[in-house]
């Protein structure tokens, strides 16, 4: 599975499944709060029935002692009779304590009803309360279902949508292969000529020629030496470079060459050099370092302005590279890093080079840090580990 293709999927199902999640969480509080209320209605419903099959049963009773033998009990509620001060008066002692409130309420963990009575033969009873168990119990299950339920709903979905993005990826994942296969094939196709033309500019006899045909063949070693540049670009995001092998490289001499290869680019601009370098060699693969070198050189020229300087500094531990050009905001450093991101669209190129730099940086432990201003111009500065500095 592509890197894109595998962020899509992640991203698609992880929008998906968080969607249901929210909506579940809302249907379920909704379906917990319907199934409290219901509850706590039935519970409301039977402590009412029994208060009024209590007041029934003792409606005759001469006295409180004979309310024991005509009072009906039912398992799940305690029954109590208060007088006028609200005080509990049968049975004694009291089997509970409630502040007093007219009707059906809660308190504590226990629900309570208090109905106005009136006895016919014992007339210090004027209440009659019925105390409930509250509804935890049944609450807790409702929770427990409502879980279970919520943590199937979210694996069945997010399975299914998973299977159903990877069926429907599938066609686009088929067009991206053949795409990446057509671009494998047209890059191993302007291999030989890219090649043929930049040895045959190289080692043209140019002494012979007249200013206007110099000119012109200094035009097309430009324009060769900048498809090449794109091409070796192209052809090293196709391959893995965790397979070089490092070696003993010499970054002044190295510098130096990539400076010469692009002067002819730089002077299409009437760009100056200003060089500070220092010797020094570490251990890293001679042609990676040489990709680094060739696309910071790449675009210090591309963005640079008119008549502006291109400053190099090597020492033992760093090397930067600074421009006089259009610059960009500082705000926008981590993002210039990204495949495909150009500074500037009206120039050329794929916006691949700062994204191999970084990977190359990444593959050997260099620290890359970027400093802009816009219009003013941008610097570069590579930091390696003293464990790759060859001290001489």
Known sequence: MLQAEKKSLIQFVSVFVGL?????????????????????????????????TAYESVYYAQNIADLDEYL???????????????NIIYPNPAPFKVKFKQG????????????????????????LIVRGDAIDDELNKTKQTILIVLIFSIVFFGAVIFILSKIFLRPLRQYIELLNKFITDAIHELNTPISVLS????????????????KSTNRMLIATRTLSHLYNDLTFTMFSSEHYPVQKTDLKELILQRIDYFMPLAST???????????????INE??????????????????????????????????????????????????????????????GFGL?????????????????VV?????????????????????
């Open 20 to 52: 249901n999640i929210i909506f579940l969480i809302i249907l379920s509080t909704l379906y917990y709060n319907y199934q409290k209320k219901i509850y706590t209605e039935i519970l409301q419903d039977e402590m009412i029935y029994y208060t009024e």
């Open 72 to 86: 009906l009990h039912h398992p799940k509620f305690d029954i109590a009779m208060m007088d006028k001060n609200k």
């Open 104 to 127: 059906f309420f809660r308190e504590d963990t226990h629900y309570f009803f208090i109905k106005t009575i009136e006895l016919e033969n014992i007339e210090n009873i004027h209440y």
């Open 199 to 214: 040895m045959s500019l190289e080692t043209m006899e140019v002494d012979e020629l007249s200013q206007k045909n110099l």
């Open 269 to 283: 601009k009437n760009l100056s050099f200003t060089k500070e370098l220092r010797e020094c060699e570490i251990m």
């Open 287 to 348: 042609r990676l370092m040489g990709r680094i070198i060739d696309n910071l050189l790449s675009n210090a020229i591309k963005y640079n302005k008119k008549n502006g300087n291109i400053k190099i500094e090597l020492n033992e531990n760093s090397f930067s590279i600074s421009d006089t050009g259009i610059g960009f905001d500082q705000s926008k450093s981590k993002e210039i890093f990204e495949r495909y991101k150009r500074f500037d669209n009206s120039n050329g």
């Open 353 to 369: 080079g700062l994204s191999i730099v970084k990977s190359l940086c990444d593959l050997y432990d260099i620290e890359i840090e």
């Open 372 to 392: 802009s201003k816009k219009d003013i111009g941008t610097t570069f500065t590579l930091t390696w580990n003293n464990s790759r500095i060859i001290h001489t």
